[in-house]
Every structure is written in structure tokens, then in C-alpha cells.
């Protein structure tokens, strides 16, 4: 890339040089223009969720802007495309409408290494509707889809009048369109060209600031990105057909814009290059093809060192590097200060099978930062491993929170060998993991351990942001237990995501009435100072203990002593087993679907001043948990059962007008009631089902598709619980 771009760097220089000798023999037409430089645009549209019938019209589109302006276009949907050799014909790879997940790991690379080098980026639409499973193309893309209201119209405002693709736009522009909402809002890392005015149209989500369309560099390269184009005569709107054409020579660097979003911060969510060290001891930067700007930090024996002096680790969450190893690994250590300052956190770095095959790691910091960051290196003899780039997360002053009324049971009684010393429940029903586990469903990340702190426990805590839900009920199985152990290492990567914890007290052996209020001041004092510990504003500012299987003890008259500090619900809808107690929940995933007893139970509740917690399910299967039990279940009908138990919960007629809902479950895996995703492309062999067809999603694009129905769910939920506020 850096051969290919110094190349072009003296192609124009040629041209200026000639077009001055030119100039000097004979002026120039008053108001000419000086011809652009050719180049060359890749248009990708492969969709592997919903595809847009607008594709066509916006290839159309392109090509006739290409012929106009001098940039010829190829179309393609072929993820082969994505190599190093063929990214380097090109000056911008446009993503038009893309949904789901395109690319490979090595497809990605190639692309992330084309734009850090010098490339240009274009997102179109649902370009941000894409990459879920890639942490850094949320990055690239800028943000990632949320959710849209039907097609209307709006009001755009126009931000920036010198950008090239929005300095014809008046200070507003009325168009009709699909107008996304997004999971974050980008400003901070972008700099915005339009936004949306959510006063002149309905199922706007993102308040007064609602970006829509937005650039930023990229490294040596650009990235553009508009939400707009969902609809075909959006394509033949001159407007938007500028909009487009100014995106594009900017992200192919034939004109120059400012679109810096004043980020001073080295470090702080964007990448830094690895060999940008400032201070290092026994390290060298190396070439390598597939890095970004061609080269990585090097060198790297058991001992050796980097600093940063621009890279400030205060307020530092968690570390992630693009690593590739041909070597022994080993471990990357996060210090502050010095090299052997203040230990923040570690991650290992496992063999990749070659110097040029790159992989990204994560570790979480727990330290408190203060001061430069330093990176110190151990493993065995000789080289261990490169790094390309890397990025600290910072802990954010404000989250997007999920609805504090929306709780999944969560399940931490997971391990492995690697991690526990041992198999931990996945060999339920006499199974032999890891392709062979007791479960219907075979989970996205493999057979995990619930104590992996960077690996599965945080990408779990960045799904359960995806579905919207911003409670887990933590599955404890008392004092001193597994899941106790473990539960710090839950409440941290909940907090850095903004979810809360409140607990769901398991029959362990000898639970009575009063070992549950000895419980709940046990899991007060030792976790109640976390940031992510539950407690409900709307009652009293009480946490939540769930009691699973209460009617096994008959008196629970001891729980009056914790009634005004607490929330205790009983899994019961028999209103006449719930004296003591101060909610009431179902848990059972079957139920839902016809909902017995609800309607009741939800009466009871409002009049005695109750919680009424029902619980829904996607579905309920476990007859490789528990060899030979074909019954009950509750096939998921592809998001049909699913959807049939949250529309029973939410109407006051059945449902009996919850106060929170409860998700039966996360990742129950062995009862096949997950809404984790689960594997598409599950060991062969075995007869694991898949989520494929779920909500009409196919492949890796239905793997988190019961995530996004919880969200579109607990909008629903939020809504009608406004709604029912405003008419009281």
C-alpha cells in the first residue's frame, strides 16, 4: 500500500509539474477546472441478512458518477475480493447496504490493513448493519444499526457547508427516507456532516443529537459514512447523487477535507500503531504486507519493553492489539507509569500460525491507571509475538442503558480445562467436550468458562447491551460456592457495560428461610459497593433476589426482616404461597405460551403493592442434557414462540401488566432456552439445531438474532409502560 500510494504521490506530482509548464506558455480559461487524476472505486454489496432491492439503483448510481468524475467502479459480491494484492488496485471500497456478516477473518484483516495504510472507506446505509462479530469495523463504519422507524419524511441538517459531499446542501434538506437509529452516538470519533431532525418525524431514538451522516481519518487513510440511500430514488436524487460523489473523493483522497473530530487523545477508543513507541528496550519495528501502514513492533524476546508518552491510561477499562505469532507467545502486560509501574491487567497471546496471520486479543484492566502507558513482554525463548496496533477502552462518564425493567437470567457455572482445570457442565448427559456437549444448541463462542474474564464474560456483557436488557440475574449458588467465586469478575464487565446485577438464589443444599436473609446480608456487604449492584428506583431503591423452586420451603415469615431493604420475588403464580415476599416471578420457559395463572398473579401484585416479574422463553429443549426426555418442549418456531410469550406478557388482558419481564434465559444452554448466540456453523455430527430462519435471518446473521427481538421486545415493554404512566 505504501509502494502503491508513493507511486500515485509522484503521478500527481508529474501532472502539477506539467500542468505549471503549461500555465507559463498559455493562461488558462477563466474558471477551468484542472482534470482529476483517474482512479479506481470497488463497489461491495453482498448481504447475508436483509437485502435492499436499492442495491441495483446505487451500483446504477455509482457508475454514472465514475464516468462523470473520472473513477471507473467494479461491483462486486465477492468477499474474494478482499486481498491485500487486489485492495491496492483500488483508491476506495464502497460497502453499499451490506448487511450481516461478509467477511472472514482474513478478509477482514485485508480490508483493515488496505484503509490504516492509506485506503478510503465508504459506508452506505446499511454498511452499518454489518460486522457485528469484528470489534474494530464498528470503528470503521463509525457506529454500528440499532433499529428504524417505517420510511417518512425528515428534515436533515446540514452541519459542515465545506465538506465536498454536503457543501451544496442548504442549512436543512427535506427528503423521504429509512432513518436509522444507531447504538451510539459517533460524534465523539467522527465529525459530523448531517444530522437528523427528530422533531419533523416519529421513532426518533437518539434525542437532540442524532448524526446521519459522518467522515473521520482512519490512520494514514478516510472513512465516510451516511445513513441514508435505503430507498431507489434516493439514487436518482442529484442531491444525495452529490452526497455520495463528495463521500467518495474523499475517502480516495482526490480532495481534501477537514473531517478531524477533535480527539486529542492517543489511545483513548482509537488505534495507535504499536511501533509508535516513544521509550522500548530490545524491540525493532518490522515489515510486514498485512499490517496497518506496513509495519509492526518487532522483535519482541521474553523481558523487552515499549512506552507511550502520548498514550494516558487513566480511566483505561480494557486493552486489545492486533497480534500475529510464529513464535512461543506469551503475555502482554499493561503497566502505568513505567515498565515496572503499576500492574493494570494482562492478555495472552496464543501462536497464529504465521507472522502474517493477525488475530486481535482483549484483556480487561482493573488497575487504576495514572500516567503514560507502558507495555512489557514475557513468554518463553526466543521471538514471542508482533503487534500491529492497539487500543484502550476508557470508561465512559454516561452509557446507553438497556431497560433496568428487562432482566435475563444469567448462568456463570461454566469451565473448561484451560480455565477451571476441568470440564464444567458442558459434559452434562455424559458428553465428551468440546464438540460433544450436553446442550441442543452449540454456543457461538465454543464450550467457555465463565471465569474468562476477557474473552467470554466481556463479550457476553456486549451482547446483553445488544438485546437491550439492563438487568442480569445473576444464578448463585451460595456463600462460598463457584458462582460466588466468580461473581466479581460478573459485576466488573458488567459495569464497564452499564449493565446491572441482581441474583438468583439457587435450592442449594440446606437453603432455609433464614440462610436466605443471611444471604441477601452476605451478597449486600460483599457486593453491594459494586457499581453494577441492582437496586430499582421505582421500589424504594431495593435489590432484587430471586428464589428459585421458594415453594420447597413452606415458612418464609423470616423474610420480614429484610422486607423494607430488599426485593424477594417467589417463583410461584400461586398467590396464596407468596406471604413474606415481596415479588412474585414464573421462570418456566414453557408457560409463557399460554400463560397460566398470569393475569392473576399480576392483579395480586398491583393490589398488595407486589413485583410481578413473568418470565418468557424462546423455546425449551433438553434431551441431550437429560438423555431420553423428549417432554416437554417448546420448539422456538423461528422466533414464533418467542414473540407469542413477550405479546402474552405485555397484554394487561393475559399478562396482568408485568412490572419487569424476566428472560428465561441468556445462556441456560443444557435447557436450550438461550437467547446467546449460538453457533450457525455448530461440530458436525452431533445434531445440534441452529438458529437459522429465526426472525427470516440466515447464516451468521441469525446467530444474534433473538439479542435483537429481546431489544425490539423491551422497546415495545418501555413504551407501554410510558404510555400506561401518562394515562394514569
Known amino acids: 500500500m505504501r509502494r502503491r500510494l508513493a507511486r500515485r504521490a509522484r503521478h500527481i506530482a508529474c501532472a502539477a509539474a506539467l500542468a505549471l509548464g503549461a500555465a507559463v506558455l498559455a493562461p488558462a480559461p477563466a474558471g477551468a477546472a484542472p482534470a482529476a487524476d483517474p482512479y479506481n472505486v470497488l463497489v461491495f454489496s453482498k448481504t447475508a441478512g436483509f437485502r435492499h432491492d436499492s442495491i441495483p ?10 464516468a462523470a468524475d473520472g473513477f471507473d467502479v467494479t461491483a462486486t459480491e465477492d468477499a474474494a475480493a478482499f486481498t491485500p494484492a487486489n485492495l491496492a488496485g483500488y483508491e476506495a471500497v464502497v460497502f453499499l447496504s451490506t448487511t450481516g456478516d461478509v467477511l472472514d477473518d482474513a478478509q477482514q484483516d485485508a480490508l483493515s490493513a488496505y484503509v490504516d495504510g492509506g485506503g478510503g472507506f465508504v459506508g452506505v446505509h446499511a454498511a452499518a448493519d454489518t460486522e457485528y462479530d469484528w470489534p474494530s469495523y464498528e470503528h470503521l463504519v463509525g457506529a454500528w444499526f440499532k433499529s428504524h422507524p417505517a420510511i417518512q419524511e425528515a428534515k436533515v441538517v446540514t452541519e459542515d457547508h465545506a465538506h465536498p459531499a454536503t ?7 427535506t427528503r423521504t427516507d429509512e432513518l436509522y437509529n444507531y447504538r451510539s452516538n459517533p460524534r465523539a470519533d467522527v465529525h459530523v456532516l448531517q444530522t437528523l431532525d427528530e422533531s419533523s418525524y416519529t421513532g426518533g431514538e437518539m434525542g437532540d443529537d442524532h448524526p446521519i451522516t459522518w467522515c473521520h481519518p482512519q490512520q494514514q487513510g478516510r472513512s465516510f459514512y451516511t445513513g441514508l440511500g435505503h430507498t431507489i430514488e434516493s439514487y436518482s436524487d442529484p442531491d444525495f447523487r452529490q452526497l455520495l460523489l463528495g463521500g467518495i473523493q474523499y475517502a480516495a483522497g482526490t480532495v481534501s477535507a477537514d473531517c478531524g473530530s477533535g480527539t486529542t487523545d492517543p489511545g483513548g477508543d482509537d488505534p495507535v500503531e504499536a511501533e509508535s513507541y516513544t521509550s522500548s528496550s530490545g524491540v525493532q519495528s518490522a515489515a510486514h504486507t498485512g499490517a496497518s501502514g506496513g509495519a509492526t513492533l518487532g522483535y519482541i524476546d521474553n523481558g523487552d519493553w515499549t512506552g507511550y508518552d502520548s498514550v494516558d491510561t487513566a480511566g483505561a477499562t480494557s486493552f486489545t492489539a ?33 507472522w502474517e496471520t493477525f488475530t486481535e486479543v482483549t484483556g480487561a484492566l482493573t488497575g487504576a491507571g495514572s500516567g503514560p502507558l507502558f507495555l512489557r513482554f514475557t513468554g518463553g525463548a526466543g521471538s514471542l509475538f508482533d503487534i500491529d496496533s492497539f487500543t484502550l477502552a476508557r470508561e465512559q462518564d454516561t452509557k446507553a442503558a438497556g431497560s433496568s425493567n428487562v432482566h435475563l437470567f444469567y448462568y456463570p457455572w461454566y469451565g473448561t480445562p484451560e480455565t477451571n482445570g476441568s470440564w464444567r457442565h458442558w459434559e452434562q448427559g455424559g458428553h465428551t467436550p468440546p464438540d460433544d456437549i450436553g446442550a441442543d444448541l452449540y454456543p457461538k463462542l465454543g464450550p467457555y468458562d465463565s471465569g474468562d474474564a476477557a474473552g467470554a464474560v466481556e463479550q457476553h456483557m456486549k451482547w446483553i447491551e445488544q438485546s437491550g436488557a439492563g438487568v442480569i440475574v445473576y444464578s448463585w449458588w451460595g456463600q462460598g460456592g463457584y458462582e460466588d467465586k466468580l461473581a466479581p469478575v460478573a459485576l466488573e464487565a458488567a459495569a464497564r457495560h452499564g ?3 441482581a441474583w438468583h438464589i439457587e435450592p442449594y443444599g440446606d437453603r432455609t428461610a433464614a440462610s436466605v436473609v443471611d444471604d441477601i446480608a452476605y451478597l449486600n456487604d460483599t457486593y453491594g459497593d459494586s457499581p453494577a449492584y441492582y437496586r430499582d428506583a421505582e421500589h424504594g431503591n431495593r435489590p432484587a433476589f430471586y428464589i428459585f423452586e421458594s415453594l420447597k420451603i413452606q415458612d418464609w415469615s423470616a423474610l420480614d ?16 404461597k407468596v406471604a413474606h415476599f415481596g415479588g412474585i416471578y414464573t421462570y418456566d420457559g414453557i408457560a409463557g405460551a399460554t400463560a397460566p395463572g398470569w393475569k392473576q398473579a399480576g392483579e395480586y401484585a398491583a393490589a398488595n403493592n407486589l413485583v410481578w416479574a413473568p418470565s418468557v422463553a424462546p423455546g425449551y429443549i433438553d434431551d441431550r442434557a437429560v438423555p431420553g426426555n423428549t417432554t416437554p418442549t417448546l420448539g422456538r418456531e423461528d422466533g414464533a414462540s418467542y414473540d407469542l410469550e413477550w405479546s402474552n406478557a405485555l397484554d394487561p388482558a393475559i399478562g396482568g401488566s408485568p412490572s419487569w419481564v424476566s428472560v428465561t434465559s441468556f445462556n441456560e444452554w443444557h435447557e436450550g432456552s438461550p437467547i446467546e448466540p449460538a453457533s450457525s456453523t455448530p461440530p458436525a455430527g452431533h445434531g445440534y439445531q441452529t438458529y437459522e430462519g429465526a426472525y427470516g435471518k440466515t447464516g451468521a446473521a441469525a446467530e444474534t438474532a433473538y439479542l435483537d427481538r429481546t431489544a425490539y421486545w423491551a422497546e415495545k415493554f418501555e413504551q407501554r409502560r410510558t404510555a400506561a404512566r401518562t394515562a394514569r
Open 57 to 66: 439503483a446505487g451500483i446504477t448510481a455509482i457508475q454514472e458518477l465514475g
Open 167 to 173: 457543501s451544496h446542501l442548504d442549512d436543512e434538506w
Open 322 to 354: 492486533k497480534v500475529s505469532s510464529a513464535g512461543a507467545g506469551g503475555t502482554i502486560e499493561v503497566h502505568s507509569g513505567s515498565a515496572t509501574g503499576p500492574l493494570l491487567g494482562s492478555v495472552d497471546v496464543a501462536p497464529t500460525g504465521g
Open 499 to 501: 449493565i446491572k446485577v
Open 561 to 576: 426482616a429484610v422486607s423494607d431493604s430488599a426485593i424477594v420475588l417467589a417463583q410461584t403464580t400461586d398467590t396464596t
